[in-house]
């Protein structure tokens, strides 16, 4: 497995060795005990996601603010550009972003670990989006910073995203519940 740092150095971009033949290909998705030496801590994950959108569908940013999630992040059919917005108030990257495009091709993952807000855009016609969580999904304790703030100023490839009416809802950076 590769590791690349990003622009923050607390996310990491995963790209596992892949061993393709005539028959198709095979890599390990994940082992506990690499992805532990790599990140340097114990990461116990509690949940399993999947997800499921059509193009220009934009999920996020969502973080949960009393339980917050680390996330290991890929995606097993089509494309996304994947966003991890830092909101440790005491980080020297607080409000600063940033991103990678994961696909089914290229088998990225990113690990983005607890006190950032997180969210992807489908790139693709459509997009099958897996992660992994430390920590359960609570709704009470979900919060949605506002996907176009200029204060964080996301590049956003493509046009106009479709948003649900959460998403639509979201906050601007300033006016956001963080972490300390």
Partial sequence: MKVAA???S???LLEPTVYEDARGFFFESFNQKRFDDTVGR???FVQDNHSHSGGRVLRGLHYQIRRPQGKLVRVVTGEVFDVA???RRSSPTFGQYTSAVLSAQNKKQLWIP???AHGFLV???TADFLYKTTDYYAPDDERCLMWNDADI???WPLGEPV?????QQGVPLIKAEVFA
Avoid: M, P, R, Y
């Fill in 153 to 155: 100023g996301v590049d």
């Fill in 123 to 125: 790139l693709s016609e």
């Fill in 163 to 167: 948003l649900s009416a959460k998403d």
């Fill in 10 to 12: 607390d996310v990491l």
């Fill in 114 to 116: 607890e006190g950032f």
């Fill in 85 to 87: 917005v830092d909101l």
């Fill in 42 to 44: 114990n990461v116990a």
């Fill in 6 to 8: 990003t622009a923050i």
